[in-house]
């Protein structure tokens, strides 16, 4: 009863209170004279704002005050002289929006306004789907410089109307596009198109204008450019997408290959904006790049949902004011990523491409590059890869006589090295001293037989760079396949695997296959000749597996690869299999490899320093314990 009472009391309280602030209000409401008086001085307070605005606007620009493409009559003109200064004169010239040349290898759209490429098509590729190369499109790329003026305004150039002319001079078309301050003071993007040519000569340069340009501010270029997709798999193609430069005369470094990365580089020669098969390439004639900063984005996070670029890429480079002018030669490249068309330029271009690093970059081009140039000359691609496997494994045939011999000699000593190992059980340093010692006179080391194969590595990493970046073989068919830069899709998946994909591709199948059947061969052999010792991984066991986990590898990796290269290994292995059959049963006769052994064993063996200095180990170890045996007894 006493909780009911509390309540009904609260109650009355907040109405109480409720009734008192309502009066309170009311007693201090405005009289009518009070707001006619306040709605006097809002109005005063608006007008006041907006001729402080007024006055703010000489200094505060933005594109939509001179982003026009139609000419400003005088009371417009007077306007933008107060928002812009010297640049108004550049918003009474009318002109075409696009400008549209053509070349042999080019479709091109300048853009008036910022002056610089709206559009670049290549006339003589398409993409996976049968769509024209664009590597400017829909506005994908912006080109622009940002510089200052001497009334302390700062302009970037993109929001300028730029003035059009297209000349001849001789066979070249010379594209001049123009940001004038007056009739005879400009800012001039200077375009010079060559026939049956992917470099135009490109040049930023003023006239007159060394009173209006702020000299003690930097004065910036500008390029962002965010890759188109062109290749079948994104996601392969994004592996090869990558920002390349030319630093320091003859350095070339890259920013990540899949991450977010970004640089700041001094003396920068060329920079490459590569898209796999394509690149936008701008090359600085006269002089280095000082101080570019760089960034490189990857914008292929899931492959499902991000199919129309691979990254974005942005750079700035500070340019130079020279007698308060600018005057910059450059080079711009758009066109394929083929080594013999980058090479031509004597610009080392086509360093651009991953051929490899070291002495693998190096059998790239001196040998593949060039040999498989010559077999493609006159043979189809797919026939050319192959007779190309064939001269590579002649060639690498004496590795594997050397791999077969060494296997054979193990194989003969076997029994007598099990002899030793038994006699010398309990005793393993000495069973090791006796095992090189038997190994050393007949001439049969282990290492005789690992390092023929270790000498097949470069030759076989340089040939896994080199048909992925291979441009002559992009879109060349060979049986199945319709294009041997690409996989060879035979089934499409209604479902996406996790790092296989949502296709299967034949090629990697039958190079899977053979790969089992030629470790099974030759790891076969291996591990009945191989000795388990003690404390030591169990050699057989790895190779067993590695019989396995090998063929699923290839399988499971190249499904997105290039279908070149799959079909490189699938005849590679099959050759192998072949040369290991022909010198096992053809070349080493078993009965007279024992008989050199027999020989070997009776002259006296040199030691080299090495084994000298293992025996010496050797001997001290097992002098040490048997002084330990002494001690103990």
Same mark, same amino acid.
């Not at 602030?21 to 009289?31: H, K």
């Not at 049956?196 to 501010?217: A, C, E, H």
């Not at 079948?232 to 997408?241: C, D, F, G, L, V």
């Not at 090998?550 to 190249?558: A, D, G, Q, W, Y």
């Given at each position: 009863m006493e909780e009911k009472k509390f309540d009904i009391n609260s109650i009355i309280g907040f109405v109480l209170i409720f009734g008192i602030?309502?009066?309170?209000?009311?007693?201090?409401?405005?009289?009518p004279e009070e707001i006619e008086a306040e709605k006097v001085a809002q109005q005063e307070q608006v007008e006041a704002e907006q001729k402080v605005s007024k006055q703010n606007e000489a200094v505060v620009t933005t594109s939509n005050d001179y982003?026009?493409?139609?000419?400003?009559? &005088?009371?417009? %003109?007077?306007a933008a002289q107060s928002k812009i200064g010297a640049l108004s004169y550049a918003l009474t010239l009318s002109g075409e929006d696009i400008t549209t040349v053509e070349t042999d290898v080019f479709e091109l759209k300048f853009n008036r306004n910022g002056g610089h490429l709206a559009q670049v098509k290549l006339r003589n590729f398409v993409d996976y789907d049968s769509v024209p190369i664009y590597l400017v499109k829909d506005n994908n790329s912006a080109f622009n410089i940002t510089f200052s003026t001497s009334d302390s305004r700062t302009h970037n150039t993109q929001d300028f109307p730029f003035q059009p002319s297209v000349t001849k001079s001789g066979e070249n078309t010379v594209v001049s596009m123009k940001l004038k301050f007056s009739e005879s003071e400009y800012l001039e993007y200077r375009y010079e198109l060559k026939?049956?040519?992917?470099?135009?000569?490109?040049?930023?340069? &003023?006239?007159? %204008?060394?009173?209006?340009?702020?000299?003690?501010?930097?004065?910036t270029l500008d390029w962002k450019q965010k890759q188109i997709r062109h290749a079948?798999?994104?996601?392969?193609?994004?592996?090869?997408?990558r920002l390349t430069y030319m630093h320091d005369e003859d350095k070339v470094d890259k920013l990540s290959q899949m991450g977010d990365d970004d640089e700041t580089v001094e003396g920068v020669e060329w920079l490459s904006y590569r898209q796999f098969f394509f690149s936008s390439i701008l090359v600085a004639n006269d002089s280095p790049f000082k101080d570019v900063v760089m960034t490189s984005k990857n914008l292929v996070e899931d492959e499902e949902i991000d199919t129309l670029f691979t990254k974005m890429y942005t750079s700035k480079f500070p340019l130079a004011y020279n007698g308060g002018e600018i005057n910059k030669s450059l080079g711009l490249y758009y066109g394929p990523t083929e080594a013999k068309t980058l090479k031509a330029y004597n610009k080392g271009l086509d360093e651009s491409i991953p051929f490899g690093w070291g002495i693998f970059g190096w059998i790239n081009k001196m040998i593949f590059i060039p040999l498989f140039g010559f077999l493609s000359g006159f043979l189809p691609y797919g026939i050319a890869i192959i007779v190309m496997t064939i001269l590579v494994k002649i060639v690498l045939s004496f590795v594997q006589y050397k791999q077969f011999l060494s296997q054979a000699k193990m194989k003969i000593l076997k029994p007598e090295l099990d002899a030793v190992r038994e006699k010398y059980k309990d005793n393993k340093l000495k069973a090791q001293q006796e095992t090189m010692a038997i190994q050393s006179k007949a001439g049969a080391s282990p290492l005789s037989g690992c390092l023929p194969g270790l000498m097949q590595i470069p030759v076989f990493y340089a040939l896994f760079m080199f048909f992925p970046t291979a441009f002559e073989l992009r879109q060349k068919s060979f049986l199945w396949a319709d294009d041997l830069s690409s996989f060879d899709s035979v089934l499409d998946l209604p479902f996406n695997i996790p790092f296989y994909g949502d296709h299967v591709s034949l090629f990697p199948i039958l190079a899977a296959?053979?790969?089992f059947f030629y470790m099974k061969m030759t790891t076969g052999q291996q591990m009945a000749t191989q000795p388990t010792q003690e404390g030591m991984p169990d050699m057989g066991k790895m190779m067993k597996y590695m019989i396995y986990f090998?063929?699923?590898?290839?399988?499971?990796?190249?499904n997105n690869y290039a279908s070149g290269l799959s079909l490189y290994y699938f005849i590679s292995n099959l050759i192998s299999i072949g040369i290991m059959i022909v010198i096992k049963n053809y070349i080493i006769d078993e009965d007279k490899v024992l008989a050199k052994i027999e020989v070997s064993k009776t002259k006296p063996k040199k030691q080299n320093k090495f084994q000298k200095k293992m025996a010496d180990m050797m001997a001290q170890a097992e002098q040490q314990k048997q002084e330990q045996q002494k001690r103990k007894k």
């Open positions: 602030l309502l009066y309170i209000m009311y007693q201090n409401s405005p009289t982003g026009n493409t139609t000419a400003l009559d &005088s009371t417009q %003109l007077v026939p049956n040519d992917y470099m135009i000569d490109f040049s930023i340069k &003023s006239q007159g %204008l060394s009173g209006v340009f702020n000299t003690s501010q930097p004065i079948k798999s994104i996601s392969y193609e994004n592996r090869y997408t296959v053979a790969i090998s063929p699923i590898l290839m399988l499971v990796f190249f």
